[in-house]
């Protein structure tokens, strides 16, 4: 248990589907992130969160919309993904930006 | 450019053998921090261990060890006495201090423990 919880663990979902992954972290932190984990690639972070405000997006798609209502909990909200969207979504947190990382266990993402 | 290297995709160790995992990074920051990360099966990340770039010894955490070469540019984890519970995947990061704590993963080295 890493203090960092994702919801749900596993996701299908079609193109024309809207949905959101959930991200909640019960150790007083105030950065957040995501990252995308695609199939043989490196770790791609995706936004970072500090004390809810966003830091830094690294130009993803807008059909990937973040939202970070307090320091504990990070969404992301999904619609009119691609297959290629297709991944293992990694939520992270640490005390500050540029601090060691905690992270979740993940959604795996499936777009059919 | 900044870039972490990981050529290994996939490694395989004897139960109770030692195994080194290559990782080479590549920055003009004098001031970085290198991290090694486990992945199990289950998706979530562990860090296992952290090599600041100013620090003049190896770090080491239990059966962790870091062989950090700055001028090779080169921060290899050496696991010792591996056990089955070691089979994951690791990742190695490289953190940037002066770009604001920008964090770049390598692509992973799969590691598989044989009985």
């Known amino acids: 248990e890493t203090g960092v919880t994702q919801t749900p663990r596993h996701l299908v979902m079609g193109m024309t589907n809207k949905k959101s992954l959930k991200c909640e972290q019960h150790?007083?932190?105030?950065?957040m992130y995501w990252y995308k984990q695609s199939a043989k690639k490196p770790l791609e972070l995706m936004f970072v969160?500090?004390?809810?405000?966003?830091?830094e997006n690294n130009s993803v798609p807008s059909r990937f919309s973040p939202e970070c209502p307090n320091s504990s909990h990070l969404f992301l909200h999904l619609h009119t993904l691609q297959p290629e969207d297709s991944a293992l979504y990694l939520c992270?947190?640490?005390?500050?930006?540029?601090?060691?990382?905690?992270f979740g266990s993940g959604t795996q993402l499936s777009v059919l | 450019a900044q870039k972490i290297t990981q050529t290994q995709p996939g490694m395989f160790v004897q139960e109770k053998e030692a195994v080194t995992l290559d990782c080479t990074y590549d920055?003009?920051?004098?001031?970085?921090?290198l991290f090694w990360y486990k992945q199990p099966s289950s998706g979530e990340m562990i860090f296992l261990i952290y090599?600041?770039?100013?620090?003049?010894q190896n770090a080491t955490e239990g059966r962790y060890s870091l062989n950090f070469q700055k001028a090779r540019k080169s921060a290899n984890l050496v696991i010792s006495a591996s056990q089955l519970g070691d089979s994951a995947m690791y990742f190695c990061?490289?953190?940037?201090?002066?770009?604001?704590?920008?964090?770049?993963f390598g692509q992973g080295t799969e590691l598989s423990v044989k009985p």
């Open positions: 090599q600041g770039s100013y620090d003049q």
């Open positions: 150790l007083g932190h105030n950065a």
């Open positions: 992270a947190s640490s005390p500050e930006t540029g601090e060691k990382l905690f």
């Open positions: 969160y500090s004390l809810e405000e966003r830091v």
């Open positions: 920055t003009s920051d004098p001031s970085y921090g």
């Open positions: 990061a490289m953190r940037l201090y002066n770009q604001g704590g920008k964090l770049i």
